[in-house]
């Protein structure tokens, strides 16, 4: 069964700095890509880092590029996400999620949604001015 769960959210001031932790279990790690998602209340979901765990590769989403770093450690089966010059629009839940590689490459192939299928329950993450 995988298994995902998240920790290092907190309370911190406009340019703080935070790092979350996605402890995971139940699958091959390398096989797996993981990402980090978002959601504030009343809004959709957003997708803002993935990472192969095979190879290391990097996606992020614009309002988070050259603040938000991704990164693996697979003897912990860990992925975390460093985030720093922190805004109050980065207020929210903040989930990781897993997906078979194969299954993320065939849905960027097909040019449709990836199917995350494994979620951990979240960690709140709010940004005070």
């Known amino acids: 069964e995988v298994r995902l769960v998240e920790s290092g959210g907190g309370h911190v001031g406009t340019g703080g700095s935070l790092r979350l932790s996605c402890v995971s279990s139940?699958?091959?790690?390398?096989?797996?890509?993981i990402g980090w998602f978002r959601q504030i209340p009343g809004k959709a979901r957003e997708g803002i880092a993935a990472?192969?765990?095979?190879?290391?590769?990097?996606f992020y989403v614009d309002s988070v590029k050259g603040r938000f770093t991704i990164t693996k450690d697979a003897a912990s089966r860990t992925v975390y996400l460093h985030m720093t010059s922190l805004i109050p629009e980065d207020t929210a839940i903040y989930s990781c999620?897993?997906?078979?590689?194969?299954?993320?490459?065939?849905?960027?192939?097909?040019?449709?949604?990836?199917?995350?299928?494994?979620w951990g329950p979240g960690t709140q993450v709010t940004v005070s001015s």
């Open positions: 999620a897993a997906v078979l590689e194969s299954r993320a490459r065939s849905a960027r192939q097909m040019r449709v949604r990836i199917p995350w299928d494994d």
């Open positions: 990472i192969s765990c095979a190879d290391g590769s990097t």
């Open positions: 139940g699958f091959t790690f390398e096989e797996y890509d």
